[in-house]
């Protein structure tokens, strides 16, 4: 079980417990059975003339969660809603008035759920898929550039690494190897990535390098 130091997560955890053992109480299932009896319609849906079964009574007033829940004067004040509308009243949205489907905030300018919206102004739509497309761009861009810079720094160290081996193997023959510090590179580089092969990898490759200079010197 997870604790919570938030004084508004407690309160609305304790009540929630509160609310479970009431709704599985046979006495709140009576009432609940008798209210959508006598109120067979979901409110919300019966507004803009579709038919719901009422699934759910909602308490307007939170001084209802209070004494009295199980009361018929409390039930009185309640309305009638379906689950889906119930759950979207919770959240502060009301049924879409112009499909009559879906939900939208209650404050919006003007109300209509998303999908309606998009249907209406497709030039928002247009306009939202170019930005997305726009920031896809930049965030591989990004990416990428990161990535590069990584595999800099991972070839940057391994050529640090490789120089050292060279220095102390004393082949350089007077500086020669570290001069040819290019012509190393390029050889790895068609080998294989410096960015992603492992240290003792390069390091045979360097060696490799050396003997087939060191066969160029000895001729």
Request: glycine share 6%.
């Amino acid at each position: 079980m997870t604790t919570t130091s938030n004084p508004l997560e407690r309160r609305t955890g304790g009540r929630r417990r509160g609310l479970r053992k009431i709704h599985a109480s046979p006495e709140w299932k009576a009432l609940r059975a008798e209210f959508i009896q006598d109120h067979p319609w979901c409110r919300m849906h019966e507004r803009l003339g579709v038919k719901v079964k009422t699934q759910a009574p909602h308490h307007p007033h939170r001084e209802s969660y209070k004494a009295g829940y199980m009361t018929r004067e409390v039930l009185a004040q309640c309305t009638p809603l379906c689950n889906r509308c119930h759950y979207a009243v919770g959240r502060g949205q009301v049924l879409c008035p112009v499909c009559r489907e879906h939900y939208a905030p209650w404050d919006a300018d003007p109300l209509m759920c998303r999908p309606c919206y998009d249907r209406v102004h497709p030039e928002i739509v247009a306009a939202r898929i170019r930005d997305k497309e726009k920031w896809r761009v930049i965030r591989n861009r990004l990416n990428r550039e990161a990535r590069e810079r990584e595999g800099m720094k991972r070839a940057r160290v391994e050529i640090r690494a490789i120089l050292e081996h060279l220095t102390r193997s004393g082949l350089h023959r007077g500086g020669h190897i570290l001069q040819d510090i290019e012509a190393v590179i390029e050889f790895i580089r068609k080998t294989r990535n410096p960015a992603t092969a492992p240290r003792h990898r390069l390091v045979q490759l360097t060696d490799a390098w050396l003997v087939e200079k060191r066969r160029k010197w000895s001729h």
